[in-house]
């Protein structure tokens, strides 16, 4: 069954939860574009041309199925996606990253609230969970070759020396490391700014001080479903399948926070 992690007590600093005017929470001028800001918005338009046709080819036509009213699910759909702001011809590379992907995580947290309505919980979860992985797999990361035990469950890492964790950790906590991610972090167009440590068993831990999930949608409230079935679940299969590595994501439900480990032992 789903389960949150221990909230940080950064994160439950009074207002850590309340969503922000966008020019406030994503920063105005240069925060706006930035080589992040275009960066994060390139690697959404890739993700998303591959990825949001999941919702109305995928789960959209189970639930017409699931429920038995293909004409309610049609019409609650489309008042989902009239909430869709359009992208306007000088929007910023952050606007329009905000419009489209907060646009992708609220149909999919409304389509997988509408779904667990007609399943078990444990078939509802696989159910969801195993075709965003799936999608992920075959349409994003298809590149990547995939491991023979792609849909097996990651077993933990080996134990790694002092002495390779102690390199390790030169690199991730180093200077560049850390400027790179400061100013190209490959993982900002979906959760945002993180801070990256090693572990003394060698695990590269993220921590996501303010997940980009939860405020894109901008409706003042945490995206539980999507976040724990999709984001976690689903990238968590992912590593496994793509890189061959063991993911942990441990959301800080109901705080926005997020911390990622990623064992790195062979």
């Known amino acids: 069954m789903l389960r949150a992690g221990s ?3 950064a994160a ?3 207002g850590a939860n309340r969503m922000l005017d966008p020019r ?3 920063g105005s001028g240069w925060a706006q574009w930035n080589p992040q800001a275009l960066f994060d918005w390139l690697v959404c338009a890739f993700v998303m041309g591959r990825l949001e046709d999941v919702i109305p080819k995928t789960y959209v036509p189970i639930l017409r199925l699931a429920s038995g009213d293909a004409v309610a699910v049609d019409a ?3 008042a989902v996606r009239s909430q869709r702001e359009p992208v306007l011809r000088f929007d910023s590379p952050r606007e329009r990253w905000r419009k489209r992907y907060g646009a992708f995580v609220r149909e999919l947290e409304w389509v997988y609230g509408a779904l667990r309505l007609h399943f078990p919980p444990r078939e509802y979860e696989e159910l969801v969970a195993d075709l965003m992985y799936r999608a992920l797999r075959d349409h994003v990361w298809s590149f990547f070759p995939r491991h023979a035990v792609a849909d097996a469950e990651p077993t933990a890492a080996a134990e790694i020396s002092p002495a390779r964790v102690a390199k390790l950790r ?3 906590e180093g200077r560049l490391m850390q400027w790179w ?3 190209l972090n490959p993982m900002g167009f979906m959760v945002g700014p993180v801070e990256l440590s ?7 831990s993220m921590f996501v001080p303010r997940c980009w999930w939860h405020t894109a949608v901008g409706n003042d409230r945490t995206q539980d479903q ?3 079935l999709a984001c976690k679940r689903g990238s968590e299969r992912l590593f496994a399948s793509a890189f061959g590595v063991r993911a942990d994501f441990d959301p800080h439900l109901p705080d926005y926070s997020c911390t990622i480990r990623i064992e790195t032992g062979s």
């Open 198 to 204: 090693v572990a003394a068993n060698g695990a590269i």
């Open 226 to 228: 999507s976040c724990l």
């Open 7 to 9: 909230p940080s007590a």
């Open 24 to 26: 406030r929470e994503y």
């Open 76 to 78: 609650a759909y489309a």
């Open 181 to 183: 991610m400061r100013h």
């Open 170 to 172: 030169r690199v991730v």
């Open 12 to 14: 439950n600093a009074e």
